[in-house]
């Protein structure tokens, strides 16, 4: 009587495992987790990511630290203010 009642509550369990397993299994295959690009694509990405960099190369040479850290402090001093 135990027994059977043990291999009913295992088999439940294991039946709610499989379903759980299967519902995962079709998320994860539906909504995959990388991109295939094909050629034009990965080269126009390419190419963007390139035109980006550089565009952030020419900024940071512009970049003034002293500039930033100024105006870093004015709004923090402006903060502490409001406060």
């Known amino acids: 009587m135990m027994a059977d009642a043990l291999v009913y509550g295992i088999v439940v369990i294991l039946i709610i495992l499989n379903i759980i397993l ?3 299994y ?3 295959k539906s909504n995959p987790y990388y991109v295939v ?3 034009e694509t990965k080269s126009a990405l390419k190419r963007r990511v390139s035109s980006l960099k550089e565009d952030l190369e020419s900024e940071l040479v ?3 630290v002293e500039e930033w850290e100024k ?3 004015e709004s923090i001093d402006e903060e502490v203010r409001n406060l």
Request: net charge negative.
């Open 26 to 28: 079709y998320s994860a």
């Open 37 to 39: 690009y094909d050629e």
């Open 22 to 24: 299967l519902m995962l």
């Open 62 to 64: 512009d970049f003034d």
């Open 71 to 73: 105006t870093l402090e």
